[in-house]
């Protein structure tokens, strides 16, 4: 009977390996704000308010698989000896 195998988890993510994820959200946000008051100007600025949530709702599922996929490309299962 072989003994069992003990593992632990590594995660070597760093700040710069999801800086720019989070650049480029900002800049997402920033732009839609933009947009957002540019159409304020307009005759129904209802649409601009729907114009900068529909932009941040369908951002957000986008960032959150590329958090993700990144976290677990950064995860490491090796055995203890």
């Given at each position: 009977?072989?003994?069992?195998?003990?593992?632990?988890?590594?995660?070597?993510?760093?700040?710069?390996?999801?800086?720019?994820?989070?650049l480029a959200w900002m800049?997402?946000?920033?732009?839609?704000?933009?947009?957002?008051?540019?159409?304020?100007?307009?005759?129904?600025?209802?649409?601009?308010?729907?114009?900068?949530?529909?932009i941040l709702v369908l951002s957000l599922?986008?960032?959150?698989?590329?958090?993700?996929?990144?976290?677990?490309?950064?995860?490491?299962?090796?055995?203890?000896?």
């Open positions: 009977m072989s003994a069992l195998t003990k593992y632990k988890l590594i995660c070597d993510l760093a700040f710069g390996d999801i800086y720019i994820q989070i800049g997402v946000i920033f732009v839609s704000l933009a947009a957002g008051l540019a159409l304020m100007g307009s005759s129904r600025p209802i649409f601009a308010l729907l114009g900068v949530g529909l599922p986008f960032l959150l698989f590329a958090f993700v996929t990144t976290l677990i490309n950064h995860i490491k299962i090796e055995t203890i000896d």
